[in-house]
């Protein structure tokens, strides 16, 4: 079992940035691979960035070269540094762990970039 908390959403100006973290309940050496998703309104959740804890993070085309994935193993946070960021970047973005065959979800934070 793994609880998530993400945090760190909030209203950007277009060209702006946003760190978002999430916070596993355990420790996240243990997890096969965290990721960012996001779902805008209308839109299907989509894979934003994963990573392992042995495999540099993976990007979606759209967010590469703005966004940055990272983890802290000892406090067990994965952060998502996003940067020049776009009106279509709005959406409620989640973070996602996978243990085995097992998918954990935290609730979602709101980002909405917009001046």
């Known amino acids: 079992q793994v609880q998530l908390v993400e945090s760190g959403g909030g209203l950007v100006q277009p060209g702006g940035s946003l760190r978002l973290s999430c916070a596993a309940s355990r420790g996240i050496l243990s997890i096969n691979s965290m990721g960012w998703y996001r779902q805008a309104p209308g839109k299907q959740r989509e894979l934003v960035a994963t990573?392992?804890?042995?495999?540099?993070?993976n990007y979606a085309d759209s967010v590469k070269g703005r966004f940055t994935m990272s983890r802290d193993n000892a406090k067990n946070l994965v952060y998502l540094q996003m940067n020049s960021l776009k009106p279509e970047d709005t959406a409620v973005y989640f973070c996602?762990?996978?243990?085995?065959?097992?998918?954990?979800w935290g609730q979602g934070t709101q980002v909405t970039v917009s001046s």
């Open positions: 996602k762990a996978t243990v085995g065959f097992l998918e954990y």
């Open positions: 990573i392992t804890s042995i495999h540099s993070p």
